[in-house]
């Protein structure tokens, strides 16, 4: 508890806080579940560059969103794959 308390109190949390606004708002949650999807099925490309993979998870996470209507800047796509890589490396 105190270590998300002190997240929250720091300078990480106000710079991320724009990012977070726009999770809640914009259907962040099929963001973030396309993202981890998509980081999963390109990470099986095997022999493709990372560009290369991250280019295909970029066109996953765009048609899937808007298979469901949403709209999504490029930005906020490429943020929300970098978070999936980080949270699968993590496990």
Known sequence: MTQKLKFILSEAWAFLLPF???L???????????????VQAA????????SEKRAAAFEIVKAKLASAGVQ???????????????????N
């Open 20 to 22: 977070i606004k726009i």
């Open 24 to 38: 809640l708002a914009q259907g962040g949650r099929l963001l973030m579940e396309a993202a981890l999807e998509a």
């Open 72 to 90: 999504m800047a490029a930005s906020v796509i490429n943020s929300a794959i970098e978070a999936a890589v980080l949270k699968i490396r993590e």
């Open 43 to 50: 990470s099986t490309m095997n022999g493709a560059s990372g």
